[in-house]
Antibody, heavy 119, light 108 residues
Framework: QVQLQQWGAGLLKPSETLSLSCTIYRGSFSDYFWAWIRQPPGKGLEWIAEINHGGSTIYNPSLRSRVTISVDTSRTQFSLKLTSVTAADTAMYYC?????????????WGQGTLVTVSS | DIVLTQSPGTLSLSPGERASLSCRASQSISNNYLAWLQQKPGQAPRLLIHGASSRAAGIPDRFSGSGSGTDFTLTISRLEPEDFAVYYCQQYGKSPWTFGQGTKVEIK
């Protein structure tokens, strides 16, 4: 079972910048896209942003002004930055990769990073 | 934003029984871009179904998805012990992608 590895700071103060990164699983795939999703404690899932293999991005408008998703030029990892965090950004953050091979779709997830925003 | 409403909130069933979970969208989902995910406590979600009815790689065939437009269903034909979890639907037809609030399938 493939699990992406993700890392980044888990405790932030209000107004700081959240930075997370996630490895990319390379295989015999024809296309890829990568996303970040978060889940506040005890609550449901919220999609944050997505980037495809060509570098095109889509953002959740509710977070757009504070979020940047990027992928490195060698396509070995992708990252999330969220500026000016508040307590409302406290959540488990997951990275996710979707990869296509023929007619099959593969989905891989990171282990999650609990980010707590507290003064 | 497209709002997804899942029902029921909780489904109490026994192993071997059939489960039917509903997901209703506030507007039609283009291209039936509707996915179902499973999440167990302390774990990341796992994609089960995409495009309303296509199983992701490695997903057992007891999981099936159906529906179109605004009404979608996830069916688990015979519940295995490892299937008791929370299930989310997600639409990716119109940005922002959104999730339903989840249906918990618990052991009766």
């Amino acid at each position: 079972q493939v699990q992406l590895q993700q890392w980044g700071a888990g405790l932030l103060k209000p107004s700081e910048t959240l930075s997370l990164s996630c490895t990319i699983y390379r295989g015999s795939f024809s296309d890829y896209f990568w996303a970040w999703i978060r889940q506040p404690p005890g609550k449901g899932l919220e999609w944050i942003a997505e980037i495809n293999h060509g570098g095109s991005t889509i953002y959740n408008p509710s977070l757009r002004s504070r979020v940047t998703i990027s992928v490195d030029t060698s396509r070995t990892q992708f990252s999330l930055k969220l500026t000016s965090v508040t307590a409302a950004d406290t959540a488990m953050y997951y990275c996710s990769q979707v990869a296509l091979a023929g007619n099959s779709l593969y989905n891989y997830w990171g282990q999650g990073t609990l980010v707590t925003v507290s003064s | 934003d497209i709002v997804l409403t899942q029902s029921p909130g909780t489904l109490s069933l026994s192993p071997g029984e059939r489960a039917s979970l509903s997901c209703r969208a506030s507007q039609s989902i283009s291209n039936n871009y509707l996915a179902w995910l499973q999440q167990k406590p302390g774990q990341a979600p796992r994609l089960l179904i995409h495009g309303a009815s296509s199983r992701a790689a490695g997903i057992p065939d007891r999981f099936s998805g159906s529906g179109s437009g605004t009404d979608f269903t996830l069916t688990i034909s015979r519940l295995e012990p490892e299937d008791f979890a929370v299930y989310y639907c997600q639409q990716y037809g119109k940005s922002p992608w959104t999730f339903g609030q989840g249906t918990k399938v618990e052991i009766k």
